[in-house]
């Protein structure tokens, strides 16, 4: 729970809770790291994530980030040294804050494929989830060179919405060159409920933002029993 002021203290559990510094934030980034038992280590390009404040879930996430290419060296180096600590084998993927004072901080980490390594599968000549299993089964890892700038949006639940999922507009985006549509087969919709993941491929950064923001308006979660 965000506790911006005096307010907001009625988002937090009942019972005792756990308050952080509030980090003055410039981006958030993240880097999916891969490792194998001889010690052999991969990353995948800096990814930037814009954040759905009410649902609390990554709205968009762009590839490559936006970021000084010194930033983007000292994100990775960063990845490298968290999964070499924690002796990992297969992926971890290390969320980062970058602070308006120029500091990166490790602000999560998960040892698995993640939302933020989603857009490998169509954006990179490996994806996220054959890189894991060559990690873990000890076989030498995939370039993780990017082919394309990407853009992936979570596909969540409308608000409002409750009941048996319906598509709106599901044929029409699938018809735009460079859309990738992965459906997670959950039956029941609920408001921001993540029920799938789209990769919006372009020819430039830009060109894949303006896509994502389109399939974003064309796209709907519903249910027409609500």
Same mark, same amino acid.
């Given at each position: ?34 490792? /194998?038992? *001889?010690?052999?280590?991969?990353? +995948? ?5 814009? +954040?759905?404040?009410?649902? /609390? ?59 933020? &390594? ?16 060559? &990690?873990?089964? /000890? $076989? ?13 949006? /979570? ?12 598509? *709106?507009? +599901? ?20 408001? +921001? ?23 974003? &308006?064309? $796209? ?7």
């Amino acid at each position: 729970a965000l506790i911006k002021d005096e307010s907001s203290l009625s988002k937090l559990l009942p019972g005792a809770s756990l308050i952080e510094e509030l980090v003055a934030i410039e981006k958030e980034l993240s880097v999916v790291a891969a490792r /194998n038992e *001889q010690g052999e280590i991969a990353t +995948f390009p800096l990814v930037e994530m814009e +954040f759905n404040e009410e649902a /609390n879930l990554v709205e968009f996430l762009l590839c490559p980030a936006r970021v000084e290419a010194e930033v983007e060296t000292e994100a990775d180096q960063l990845a490298r040294k968290v999964i070499e600590a924690f002796d990992i084998c297969g992926l971890l993927a290390v969320e980062l804050l970058w602070t308006k004072s120029g500091d990166i901080l490790v602000n999560e980490v998960a040892p698995r494929p993640h939302n933020s &390594g989603h857009h490998t599968i169509e954006s990179c000549l490996t994806s996220q989830f054959q890189q894991h299993l060559r &990690g873990v089964l /000890n $076989l030498p890892l995939g370039s993780t060179k990017a082919t394309s700038p990407a853009v992936m949006l /979570n596909l969540l639940g409308e608000p409002g919405h409750t009941g048996p999922v319906h598509y *709106q507009g +599901f044929e029409d985006c699938l018809a735009l060159e460079g859309v990738y549509i992965h459906l997670y087969g959950k039956a029941i919709t609920k408001p +921001f409920r993540k029920m799938g993941h789209i990769t919006v491929l372009g020819e430039s950064t830009e060109e894949a933002i303006a896509k994502a923001i389109k399939v974003k &308006g064309m $796209l709907k979660v519903i249910s027409l029993s609500s």
